[in-house]
């Protein structure tokens, strides 16, 4: 819609202004390509496109924006009050950011802002061009008139990328919070009672202490009272304390917390996160006595922690990762920006080597 209102503003300047042209088909020709591909983005708006062919559009409707830029300052005998290009152009920078992101947005205004300069730049020789619009000959005149129109076409793109971004965290943030309030009515109407039942009637102090603890993470997970962020120290001690009440074993946490960088909420919980994750695949599929979990700051900016258990270790070419290892591990630290190593073998224990940037 914005490009076929676009469209018909530019056409309609070119009728009524069509006495002061002095090269009406340079006018017509941008406009006519124009014409043509707001007809095909309209006719295929709602096909799905690979990323490579979003670029071509993108590409092609830049050059067309592009040449209607320059065009503008050759095709008038005098100024017709409102130039050929001034709004169809914005389009495809919009279409940058909306598809591309803010960063795109902000170079393809840019860009524009650049060819409409060269185009200022040799329409000012009226050596090479003498039927054209009379353009300000003072220098500082010039370069404002460039610089106001880049600044505009590139702020169109950033702020159409940056509220498109917002958008789509926005609806990811939304199908999350769904998704985890379906699987929380599941499980409250399930695993929740069990677990309370299992409390009640069992002797067993182990077993309810255990069931007792599952409940409450379940809880925290699933309703959202669980701590967020904090010191990684004293979440490293709890998971690793919430090991040893689950599975029995022994988990030392070995760190000098004075020597090691502040990191960010949304890292320290990945971090923690992925070490429990470890610690409980140690727990209840090592049978490991005993757990180390290290951690300093390597020499690449980066924060090293290490999960070595003494269990029993597996065969990682006669089976792959689960989702434990590739979601609750992999998955938690690529997230924020690091990687995961996993050394093991049969009778000789595992070690879960993590990276997270400071």
Not at 44 to 72: C, H, M, Y
Not at 92 to 103: C, L, P, Q, T
Request: aromatic share 6%; proline share 4%; net charge negative.
């Amino acid at each position: 819609m914005f490009r076929w209102l676009a469209w018909a503003w530019m056409a309609a300047v070119v009728v009524v202004a069509r006495d002061k042209l002095s090269n009406p088909v340079w006018a017509v020709l941008p406009i006519a390509a124009a014409f043509v591909y707001t007809a095909y983005a309209s006719l295929t708006a709602r096909q799905p496109l690979s990323l490579n062919a979003r670029r071509i559009r993108l590409g092609i409707e830049l050059t067309i924006g592009s040449v209607l830029l320059v065009a503008d300052h050759f095709v008038w005998l005098e100024d017709p009050g409102q130039s050929l290009e001034f709004v169809w152009p914005v389009a495809g920078v919009i279409e940058a950011g909306v598809v591309f992101g803010s960063r795109w947005g902000l170079a393809s205004g840019g860009l524009l802002g650049l060819v409409n300069g060269i185009g200022i730049a040799v329409a000012g020789e009226p050596r090479l061009f003498e039927k054209i619009r009379a353009l300000p000959t003072d220098p500082s005149s010039r370069a404002l008139s460039v610089v106001s129109t880049a600044f505009m076409y590139a702020l169109a793109g950033l702020v159409v990328g940056l509220i498109t971004e917002r958008l789509r965290q926005a609806e990811r943030d939304i199908a999350a919070a769904e998704a985890r309030e379906d699987v929380a009515r599941t499980l409250h109407d399930g695993v929740l009672q069990t677990l309370a039942v299992v409390q009640r009637r069992t002797d067993d102090p182990e077993l309810g202490q255990l069931a007792r603890d599952t409940e409450n993470e379940l809880r925290e997970y699933l309703f959202g009272v669980a701590p967020v962020g904090g010191a990684l120290g004293p979440a490293l001690r709890e998971v690793a304390a919430r090991y040893e009440r689950m599975h029995g074993g022994r988990a030392q946490v070995v760190m000098l917390e004075e020597d090691l960088p502040t990191l960010g909420d949304r890292t320290v919980d990945a971090l923690a996160g992925a070490v429990g994750e470890a610690l409980t695949n140690a727990g209840k599929h090592s049978s490991a006595d005993r757990v180390t979990i290290y951690v300093e700051q390597s020499d690449r900016n980066e924060l090293f922690c290490s999960v070595k258990d003494d269990g029993v270790g597996f065969d990682r070419s006669a089976s792959d990762e689960g989702v434990g290892i590739s979601r609750s591990i992999r998955g938690r630290i690529e997230q924020v920006g690091g990687r995961v190593e996993i050394d093991t073998a049969p009778t000789r224990g595992t070690e879960v080597r993590l990276w997270v940037p400071c």
